[in-house]
């Protein structure tokens, strides 16, 4: 829970197709800042609110997708038991040397069950621009383009979801929010591993390894107005929105960058305490769930991943 253990995401390296007009999407559009650009030609970022040294990556490929996600655990100390039980469940775990990503120390990397990599960390220089911390401001520079404020969460496509609940539940001390069930199980999973309503989500996808969203904080529901003001004077590829989520309770707009990657910015979710309930929404009800406003799934949300 907040304070020790897994913290909080820290990073989602997305693989995108062209890097040019992937910064203009996300520097320009959605308001995040460029923190650099290393010789690999990875390109990284972070949003005003956040004072770790970067949490988004993006990274030229051919092909759109999720290369790794990343959670910033507690100390190193955290870190090494993680391995440990990570090793026990049965999973390999590679090491990947401080600095390879800059300003980040030595991770642990691994694959759930549902074929993503994921990543831990316990060490992340503080941003150049990271917010005031002595009579604070709201922000050194005015936000720009959406506002996004920070890395918030990804919503991933996979099997084996109740495999992946058993490893977030029992070997990273996640804590499921939320779920839908169909009668032979979980077809989704919402995890939170802080006082927020989730921290990470899946759906259930007979392909391996896919990225439905990467989201982004924005302050409020009028930022979420404003957002879609922007994503119509720019012509942003636009999946459904502004709407509400049931499950989190989060407002919402589901839109693409120009590789084709989902992307989500949102306001408000509730408060999630150690002690509180799973909400349990059964599957012929997925549409309020998931749409609560428009009470139906549109069909991109179920076919369009990358
Ligand atoms: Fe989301």
Partial sequence: MAGEGVLRPGFVEIYVLDIEAAITHYVDY?????????????????????????????????????????????????LKAYEGRILEFGAAVDHIPAGEQPGLGRRISFIIPSGHRIELYAEAAIAEHHPPTKNPGLWHVEPHGMRAMRFDHVLLY???????????????????????????????????????AHDIAFVSHPEPAKFHHA???????????????????????????PTRHGITRGKTIYFFDPSGNRNEVFAGDYTFYPDTPVRTWDAEKIGKAIFYYDRALNERFLSVVT
């Fill in 158 to 196: 996979g099997p084996e979801i109740p495999e992946v609940l058993r490893f977030f539940t029992t070997v990273l001390d996640f804590k499921l929010s939320e779920q839908v069930v169909a009668p032979d199980g979980p077809v989704a999973i919402f995890l939170t591993t802080s006082n927020k």
């Fill in 30 to 78: 959605l308001g995040l800042d460029m923190v650099g650009t290393e010789a690999d030609g990875r390109v990284y970022l972070k949003g005003y609110d956040e004072f770790d040294h970067h949490s988004i990556i993006l990274h030229p490929a051919d092909h759109a997708g999720v290369a790794r996600v990343g959670f910033k655990v507690s100390s190193e100390a955290a």
């Fill in 215 to 241: 989201s982004f904080l924005l302050e409020d529901w009028s930022d979420v107005g404003r957002a879609a003001d922007l994503m119509t004077h720019y012509d942003i590829p636009l999946d459904i929105g």
